[in-house]
């Protein structure tokens, strides 16, 4: 079984300051994916930022970054000039590259989440 | 964002109750999920379904029961519920059955009584 390890239960910056959310995995999976997930206040869980682990380019999404360190079974999240509407949990989530059973769908394995605030 | 929607968005309802979540998705997607979020808990699998078939059933207690009758919604049925199922129920859906991203629905709050 996967398990998804975010160390930070709360962090909080300045608006305008970059900030870096960790999150570790166990897998003995060779290949999977891997996703940054938003939930602000609303409850809406929004996608970030996807990455192939067979890729080694890390993925970039506007302000948001990844650092995949796949041997040390890392992935961050960096959110550059952050914004007051950056405020939320933040959710890390792994995802199997193939099926459990045959033909069928994978759900996500998350994080506990850490609940970023960006202070005015 | 109206890609996923779900039904209702609140939810009391007491433990010998029964009542149905709805899910409905408007993306063309093929799986659908149901996830748990509840208090200083990580988001918990529930149910998937991949072209209407149910492909994982997270060891769920049978007072809950999903039904998908075709790709675009899903339900879960609830009856004789616990106090501790009490929790945000998130509905998902993705393109395809494995590494395609998920889109959420706003969720169901749900409290038992």
Known sequence: AQTVTQSQPEMSVQEAETVTLSCTYDTSESNYYLFWYKQPPSRQMILVIRQEAYKQQNATENRFSVNFQKAAKSFSLKISDSQLGDTAMYFCAFMKHEAVSGGGADGLTFGKGTHLIIQP | ?113
């Open chain 2, 1 to 113: 964002e109206t890609g996923v929607t779900q039904t209702p968005r609140h939810l009391v309802m007491g433990m010998t109750n029964k009542k149905s979540l709805k899910c409905e998705q408007h993306l063309g997607h093929n799986a659908m999920y149901w996830y748990k979020q509840s208090a200083k808990k990580p988001l918990e699998l529930m149910f998937v379904y991949n072209f209407k078939e149910q492909t994982e059933n997270n060891s769920v207690p049978s007072r809950f029961s999903p039904e998908c009758p075709n790709s675009s919604h899903l339900f879960l049925h609830l009856h004789t519920l616990q106090p501790e199922d009490s929790a945000l129920y998130l509905c998902a859906s993705s393109r395809g059955p494995v590494g395609y991203e998920q889109y959420f629905g706003p969720g169901t709050r749900l409290t038992v009584t």
